[in-house]
C-alpha cells in the first residue's frame, strides 16, 4: 500500500480580530508544525464573503492575518503563505465538490445551524451552506494529509473525507484509467484513491479556549463582549485586566485534572496556561494545585503577556509595512498556484473536461 507525501495544511478567515483562541487552537499549531513539516497556510479570503458580502477592509484584513502567521513564526519562505483568492484552483475545485456533497450534508453542519440559524432562507448566503465544500477544496486541492485545526472545524473535516471518498469512489474508473490516484486502505477496505483522507490535528490542551465571561460559550470574534476574549492586538495592561476579571469559582486549583471536570471556568484558565507554555494540564496543576486563582491569575498574567506581547509588537511592525507582506503573500500565491495547477490538470482529466 502507498501513502500520500505528508503535507500540512491550514487557513484563517480575515475577519475581525484575531483572538487567542485562533493563536492557540490553529497558528501557535501551525508554527510547531513547520519544523519537520511542508506546510501550506493559507488566509481564507474567499471563505469571509459567506456570512458578510461587503468588507470595509478586506486587503487590510487579509494583511493582518498574514502579519500574524509571521509574528507568530511562520517561515514563509521554508513553507508558503498566500491568500486563496489568488489561486483560481480553489474556487474551481469547490464547484465540482458542490457537485459531490449533498445537501443534506451541508445542512446538517452545525456551525451551518448555528450562523443561519433563526433566518429564514432569503437572508442566508448559498455560499454560507455551500462553505465547507470550497473548505475541502482549499485542502485537496494541495492533497493535503494534515490540517490543524481548533475543535469547532472538526465537523468540517470529517466532511472533507466524506467528499474525498465520494469522489474516489464515483471516479475510480476514470482515476485508474488516466494513470492517476495510488492505492490506500481506508480502515481495512484497500481503495485507488485521487485524493487523501485528511487527518485533522486537534490534540492539545486547548482544543477549544472558551469566552472569559463564561467557560459554556467558546472565545469568538462575534461575542459582543470584548472583555470575553484576549485579541492578539491587546497591550499588556488590557490582556491583565481581562484575565483578572476572568469569571471563576470560588475553589482553588485542584490537584489533578480530573478535578476540573463541572468547572470549565477553571478548567479553560489552566488550558491556556497549559498551551501557552507547551505543557499539559496535569504539568501545570503539579505547580499549581492546590493554590487559589490569586495566585494562579498572576502568573498566568505573566506567562500570557511574555509570549502575547512580543507577537503584538512585530504584527504592528508588519501591517505597518504593507509592501513587505504583499510580496511575501504573492510570492506564496505563485508558489501555491503551481502546485494546485498539477491538480486541477489532472481532476480535468479525470472529470472528462476536454482540454
Ligand atoms: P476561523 O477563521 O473561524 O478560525 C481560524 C482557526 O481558529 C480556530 N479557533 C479556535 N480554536 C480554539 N478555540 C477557539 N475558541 C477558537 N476559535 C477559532 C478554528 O478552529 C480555526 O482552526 N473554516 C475555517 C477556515 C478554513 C480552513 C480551511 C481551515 C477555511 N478553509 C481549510 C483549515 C483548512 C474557519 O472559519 O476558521
New binding site residues.
Given amino acids: 500500500m502507498a501513502e500520500f507525501q505528508k503535507l500540512v ?7 475581525g480580530n ?10 501557535r499549531k501551525f508554527v510547531a508544525l513547520q519544523k519537520d513539516n511542508d506546510c501550506i497556510y ?1 488566509v ?1 479570503d474567499e ?1 469571509a464573503l459567506t456570512a458578510q458580502l461587503v468588507h470595509e477592509d478586506l486587503r487590510g484584513q487579509t494583511r493582518a492575518i498574514a502579519a500574524a502567521y509571521i509574528a507568530s513564526g511562520i517561515d514563509p519562505k521554508k513553507h508558503i503563505v498566500f491568500n ?1 483568492s489568488a489561486v483560481a484552483g480553489h474556487a474551481e475545485l469547490a464547484w465540482i465538490f458542490n457537485c459531490v456533497a449533498r445537501i443534506g450534508w451541508m445542512e446538517r453542519m452545525t ?1 451551518f445551524k448555528d450562523k443561519a440559524g433563526g433566518k429564514n432562507a432569503e437572508q442566508v448566503s448559498l455560499g454560507l451552506l455551500a ?2 465544500s ?3 477544496a ?2 485537496l486541492l494541495y492533497r ?1 494529509t494534515h ?7 472538526k465537523q ?2 470529517e466532511l ?1 473525507r466524506d467528499i474525498a471518498q465520494k469522489f474516489n469512489i464515483d471516479f475510480s474508473a476514470n482515476i485508474r484509467k488516466e494513470g492517476y490516484g495510488i492505492d490506500i486502505k481506508v480502515g481495512d477496505e484497500p481503495v485507488h484513491a485521487y485524493f487523501p483522507m485528511v487527518e485533522p490535528l ?1 490534540d492539545g490542551p ?6 472569559l465571561r463564561d467557560g459554556t460559550k ?4 462575534s461575542d459582543p463582549s470584548d472583555l470575553s ?1 484576549i485579541n492578539l492586538m491587546d497591550d499588556a495592561e488590557t490582556i491583565s485586566k481581562k484575565i483578572r476579571k476572568a469569571k471563576t469559582d470560588p475553589d482553588g486549583l485542584p490537584s489533578e485534572p480530573e478535578g476540573l471536570k463541572g468547572r470549565p471556568e477553571a478548567d479553560n484558565l489552566v488550558g491556556i496556561y497549559a498551551a501557552l507554555s507547551d505543557k499539559t494540564k496535569a504539568d501545570v496543576l503539579a505547580d499549581y494545585g492546590g493554590q487559589q486563582f490569586s495566585v494562579f491569575k498572576p502568573a498566568l498574567i505573566e506567562l500570557a503577556v511574555s509570549v502575547l506581547a512580543p507577537i503584538t509588537e512585530e504584527m504592528r511592525r508588519l501591517t505597518g509595512d504593507t509592501s513587505h507582506i504583499d510580496a511575501i503573500l504573492r510570492d506564496g500565491g505563485e508558489r501555491a498556484n503551481a502546485r494546485a495547477e498539477k491538480t486541477m490538470k489532472e481532476v480535468r482529466d479525470i472529470i472528462g473536461f476536454l482540454r
Fill in positions: 495544511f491550514s487557513g484563517v478567515q480575515p475577519t484575531l483572538h487567542l483562541g485562533n493563536y492557540l487552537g490553529a497558528i493559507c481564507v471563505h486563496q456551525q462553505y465547507p470550497l473548505m475541502a482549499d485542502i493535503a490540517v490543524p485545526v481548533g475543535d469547532d472545524q468540517h473535516l472533507t486537534i486547548a482544543p477549544r479556549v472558551m469566552s467558546k472565545m469568538s470574534k476574549r
